[in-house]
Every structure is written in structure tokens, then in C-alpha cells.
């Protein structure tokens, strides 16, 4: 959780199985990941899983950015 820091999550590959689940107070998450699939995306959350979703990434933040992508 951080309440105005930039949050920025980059895979040297892409990975087999997560789900993301990101919460904020405004603006949409950047997400440039291949394959992932959105399961719900508004203005201020946003969950999207790639595979069996077996490992979790949460992120919360009050004003900071979120962007989840691949080298």
C-alpha cells in the first residue's frame, strides 16, 4: 500500500499464472502485459489474471500509478 508512491511491476518474462488485483482512488492501471485477461477494469480498480491465477499481485494506492508490464 502507498499512498501517493508510483507503483510500477515489470517481468522479465511473462508469467505462467497471476491475477491482479489493483485498487486506487482515481485513474485507470497501465497495463502492457501479454495475455492477461480483465476481469473487471472501472476507474479505480481493475483485476485481471493471466493462467490458473494461483499467485496474487495486490496493489492499493491512494494517488500513485500502477503500470504492470514485460521487458
Do not use: C, Y
Not at 488485483?21 to 483485476?47: M, V, Y
Amino acid at each position: 500500500m502507498t499512498t501517493s508512491g508510483h507503483v510500477e511491476a515489470i517481468f522479465e518474462e511473462k508469467p505462467k499464472s497471476l491475477r491482479v488485483d489493483f485498487k486506487r482512488d482515481s485513474r485507470k492501471p497501465i497495463i502492457q502485459l501479454e495475455a492477461i485477461i480483465s476481469e473487471d477494469i472501472g476507474k479505480n480498480h481493475a483485476i485481471g489474471v493471466i493462467g490458473k491465477d494461483d499467485k496474487t499481485l495486490t496493489v492499493r494506492t491512494i494517488s500513485g500509478d500502477f503500470i504492470l508490464k514485460q521487458r
